[in-house]
T-cell receptor, first 114, second 116 residues
Framework: EDKVVQSPLSLVVHEGDTVTLNCSYEVTNFRSLLWYKQEKKAPTFLFML????IEKKSGRLSSILDKKELFSILNITATQTGDSAVYLC??????????????FGKGTLLTVNP | NAGVTQTPKFQVLKTGQSMTLQCAQD?????MSWYRQDPGMGLRLIHYSVGAGITDQGEVPNGYNVSRSTTEDFPLRLLSAAPSQTSVYFC???????????????FGPGTRLTVL
């Protein structure tokens, strides 16, 4: 069964800390891995990763993919209270036929305390 | 651009009733999806479409129907609502990069559905 597993499920840190969120996957016909941030509304896109070892960076957030070990990490440095959210990992894959779809992990709830 | 819009924002149904959740996008995206989100379950794919006239099932399609007559609209129909369908429903769209796969998905604001 194709699946995406995120860890930890929840995390509480203090402002200024650095956090690492993990996402492992087991899918056939992998195409890409995506990270989303969800506050109390719809998810918003952070990164899409398709190649191993190439870091994607946006401000204090960065992410990297390891296609050999089938995992990705999302790093957030110098955390702020505005980083508090659920972080979702999703994998795009072909489940048969010519079309691809996304499957999501359950998310990591990050709480950043002042 | 309005992006992805969903109506209604909230809905309460009685068991057995039917209804349609509306989703529209004005970005000329070919790929559209419906997800449901339940506490502790993440997002689960219900149905998706890679273009007008083409739909396929996701992980949890039972009890739901979709159709895609235009590029812009992708309605989700609940045939006979059940309490297990109480959830938050998100519609999403993305460019279809020529291979039938979703690129960066843009999500609508969601519909919170309660079935009594």
């Amino acid at each position: 069964e194709d699946k995406v597993v995120q860890s930890p499920l929840s995390l509480v840190v203090h402002e200024g800390d650095t956090v690492t969120l993990n996402c492992s996957y087991e899918v056939t016909n992998f195409r890409s891995l995506l990270w989303y941030k969800q506050e109390k509304k719809a998810p918003t896109f952070l990164f899409m990763l398709t190649s191993s070892g190439i870091e994607k960076k946006s401000g204090r957030l960065s992410s990297i993919l390891d296609k050999k070990e089938l995992f990705s990490i999302l790093n957030i440095t110098a955390t702020q209270t505005g980083d508090s959210a659920v972080y979702l990992c999703a994998v795009s894959f072909n489940s048969g036929g010519s079309n691809y779809k996304l499957t999501f992990g359950k998310g990591t709830l990050l709480t950043v305390n002042p | 651009n309005a992006g992805v819009t969903q109506t209604p924002k909230f809905q309460v149904l009685k068991t057995g009733q039917s209804m349609t959740l509306q989703c529209a996008q004005d970005m000329n995206h070919e790929y559209m999806s419906w997800y449901r989100q339940d506490p502790g379950m993440g997002l689960r794919l219900i149905h998706y479409s890679v273009g007008a006239g083409i739909t396929d099932q996701g992980e949890v399609p039972n009890g739901y129907n979709v159709s895609r007559s235009t590029t812009e609209d992708f309605p989700l129909r609940l045939l006979s609502a059940a309490p297990s369908q109480t959830s938050v429903y998100f519609c999403a769209s993305s460019l279809n990069r020529g291979g039938g796969y979703p690129d960066t998905q843009y999500f609508g604001p969601g519909t919170r559905l309660t079935v009594l």
